[in-house]
């Protein structure tokens, strides 16, 4: 099964088509499935002056008809009007969409989510050209609202081996380090295509990654595995004993530590 036209050109014609939607393109797909990845949300976008995230359940959620991708808009403050809204699922075969239909998003105080649970099942999804090429593409329209120029659009991938996957930190003078005190190397990008840093979209950001401190002797490294939505910080508070900090881990008053990525989420404008 192959497109009439590449997808960039798609989502090109879309934006342009859809001056009040936001697309959310998801690529290598069946990574989620590897990696039972839940959930992604995407980044937070202005739609009809609100801000909004689109959460998508890629895996699909089970019930006694099969599993269906579920696909929420999530407001990110409060909601003052009712808003007509449309979450869909674009064919990459012929000019047409998957629709949860018109819906209304109605006055809330406070953050809430809206959206359909059951919009495409995972075997339609497959079978009628919304996923090809293990890319597939969702959004959401506002309707009744103010066009813009030109409709939005994001792309979140998962990368399996990024780019420079192997991060590490020489630590010299490791003695005169305070050992109550949490020391931080310098910051790092783990990108994975050209342009990435200049073109990302702020969302969260996955990983499944190896710490490690290096065995300078016999290659024998210590390694714990972690993985998860990076929030904030994630690893072990009981890594390694301080008392098995000696040769070959110490070496010349030397650590070296590091980090080795499996697979790493990026996201970009498009």
Not at 15 to 34: A, V, Y
Not at 93 to 110: C, D
Request: with cysteine.
């Amino acid at each position: 099964m192959s497109r009439p036209i590449p997808i960039e050109e798609m989502v090109r014609v879309f934006k342009s088509r859809h001056r009040t939607s936001h697309l959310f393109k998801i690529d290598n797909f069946s990574l989620f499935k590897k990696y039972q990845l839940e959930k992604v949300n995407s980044s937070v976008f202005d739609l009809g002056g609100h801000k909004w995230t689109l959460r998508v359940f890629p895996n699909g959620r089970k019930n006694a008809s099969g599993h269906y991708v579920s696909i929420f808009l999530m407001s990110q403050s409060s909601v003052n009007v009712k808003i007509e809204y449309e979450l869909f699922v674009v064919s990459q075969l012929e000019q047409k969409w998957e629709s949860s239909g018109h819906r209304e998003f109605g006055i809330h105080p406070k953050p809430t989510g809206k959206g359909n649970p059951k919009l495409i099942s995972l075997v339609d999804l497959e079978r009628n050209g919304y996923l090809i090429g293990d890319s597939c593409m969702c959004g959401v329209k506002l309707h009744g609202i103010e066009p813009a120029e030109s409709g939005t659009a994001e792309c979140f991938s998962l990368i399996e081996k990024p780019l420079n996957h192997k991060v590490t930190w020489m630590m010299t003078r490791f003695s005169s380090f305070e050992p109550e005190k949490a020391h931080h190397s310098h910051q790092f990008v783990e990108n994975s295509s050209e342009g990435f840093i200049n073109n990302a979209s702020k969302t969260e950001t996955y990983a499944k990654f190896k710490l490690r401190v290096l065995d300078q002797v016999n290659r024998n490294h210590v390694e714990k595995t972690c993985s998860g939505w990076l929030e904030t910080s994630k690893g072990f508070a009981d890594f390694m004993c301080l008392t098995k900090l000696v040769e070959p881990y110490l070496v010349n008053d030397k650590l070296y530590v590091g980090v080795d990525f499996e697979v790493v989420s990026v996201a970009t404008y498009c």
